[in-house]
């Protein structure tokens, strides 16, 4: 998870969410709506498709252990 801390500090903005789950993947939200991001390749795709076809995504829940392809985008 150390990407997802660089992430953060690297920042500037306040976090409103952080979702960490199994291989280095996270997703980071912060408070302008600005996102920092490293997700399986399912997820990716269908998070790039989501926000390019102009969705807001609210939220990015990831299984924290074992399930690797397990996650849940909530726009």
């Given at each position: ?6 992430a953060?500090?690297d ?39 989501l ?25």
């Amino acid at each position: 998870m150390a990407a997802a801390a660089v992430a953060i500090r690297d920042s500037n903005w306040a976090v409103a969410e952080v979702s960490l789950g199994t291989n280095d993947t996270y997703y980071v939200r912060f408070e302008d709506g600005a996102y920092a991001y490293s997700l399986q390749a399912a997820c990716k795709q269908k998070f790039e498709e989501l926000t390019e076809d102009g969705h807001d995504v609210t939220n990015v829940i990831l299984s924290p252990g074992g399930f690797v392809s397990s996650w849940l985008i909530r726009y």
